[in-house]
């Protein structure tokens, strides 16, 4: 029995094409960027022993002084993919509903599958701008309703989740599903643009609602597999500890402290970040612009990612195909939205993980692609 369905974004962690517009972090941190003489005598006293249940400490604390939350209500965790899994391996037997939008970051959609739990999902829509619908949400929701995960900003668009919008969801669930937990994947939530200040975060909101994120896609670091879950629910977050401990025992110190290192520093490498961003969907914006014949798309609020389509007055199913064989043959890394379930003709374009100069490059060369797909 496959407990996981082949999907090929797993590509992403072996192919690295010269012109990678799959990608959506922004540009990976290097260790020399962050290792200054302080650091590196922190570093060198390091004991390479086991971390705690909960956490390095001091990450913990600097997390809850940015959320404005208590310390005690923050875990460690390898990255906001472990954090959904944990959430749902402790709250969910074989049988239980979980809730999540489609399309989705893949891990999301098959932890859930892979757990023996119930999947039923609110459909999101390029023509609607990936917006959350509270009817089409409380269509799904049940008294066997155990988790709901919501993600914003969203992957595979970059499109944020309105904090009314989210406020009015979870006063829903709470009525139709009183046994369930809400999950908000904030993954993205830092990654903005130029002078735009981030959402607030949901951590802290309620006993019912979780969130997690990490220092992969806004700070750059997916290498370090480091991100964390905040729970007020005391009783739950002591279960959660349990569960991590008896998967991974806990996350790696060198994580946790490169990782502490990193957030004591995030106003810089966030506001460097912040800056190539807003230069990146400028570009891609002006690109569009300029092949609205062809393409279409939804601009995103945060990220370094968004969702452009072949126009279907434009491109036959056939043609679609062609696109992406024409695209790696010319080095042009695309991430498909089959991948996160969506239709084949949307594409994840990914703007910050690439250098502007290659950026530019690349776009310039998928336009060639375009053209030639249609043989104009």
């Avoid at 891990?107 to 757990?115: K, V, Y």
């Avoid at 975060?201 to 994120?213: D, K, V, Y």
């Avoid at 498909?336 to 993980?353: A, D």
Wanted: proline share 4%; charged share 20%; with cysteine.
């Amino acid at each position: 029995m496959t407990k996981f369905p082949p999907n090929e974004i797993i590509s992403l962690l072996d192919v690295n094409l010269k012109f990678n517009l799959a990608e959506s972090t922004a540009t990976n941190l290097t260790f020399g960027q962050i290792a200054d003489e302080a650091f590196l005598s922190e570093l060198n006293k390091l004991e390479l022993g086991y971390g705690t249940s909960r956490g390095y400490e001091p990450l913990r604390n600097e997390i809850a002084n940015r959320l404005s939350i208590p310390a005690n209500t923050v875990m460690t965790t390898n990255g906001a993919s472990s954090s959904i899994f944990l959430t749902a391996f402790t709250l969910c037997n074989a049988g239980d509903e979980i809730v999540t939008v489609s399309p989705n970051f893949p891990p999301t959609m098959d932890i859930i599958s892979a757990l023996g739990a119930t999947k039923k999902t609110i459909p999101l829509s390029f023509d609607e701008k990936y917006e959350l619908n509270i009817e089409r949400l409380s269509s799904v929701l049940s008294e066997r309703t155990r988790l709901v995960v919501f993600v914003t900003p969203h992957n595979p668009s970059g499109t944020s989740t309105a904090q009314k919008t989210i406020e009015t969801a979870i006063n829903l669930i709470q009525q139709k599903s009183p046994r369930a937990y809400v999950l908000i994947d904030e993954t993205y939530r830092e990654a903005t643009y130029g002078d735009n200040q981030a959402a607030l975060s949901m951590a802290g909101f309620s006993e019912r609602i979780l969130t997690t994120t990490s220092l992969s896609k806004c700070h750059g670091a997916p290498g370090i597999r480091l991100g964390w879950l905040t729970c007020n629910d005391s009783e739950l977050l002591e279960q959660l500890a349990l569960a991590k401990m008896n998967t991974v025992i806990s996350c790696s110190v060198l994580d946790e402290m490169v990782g502490f290192h990193i957030l004591r520093n995030s106003q810089n490498i966030l506001g460097e970040r912040k800056v190539l961003l807003q230069k990146g969907v400028t570009i891609v914006e002006n690109w569009i612009q300029r092949n609205t014949e062809f393409i279409e798309w939804v601009r995103p609020n945060a990220g370094a990612l968004c969702c452009v389509r072949l126009r279907p007055d434009v491109f036959t199913d056939a043609e679609v195909n062609n696109f992406y064989s024409h695209a790696g043959n010319a080095q042009i890394q695309l991430a498909s939205g089959e991948w996160f379930g969506e239709q084949k003709r949307v594409f994840r374009l990914g703007f910050g993980f690439l250098p502007l100069p290659l950026l530019e490059q690349a776009l310039s060369l998928l336009e060639d692609t375009l053209r030639k797909t249609k043989g104009s």
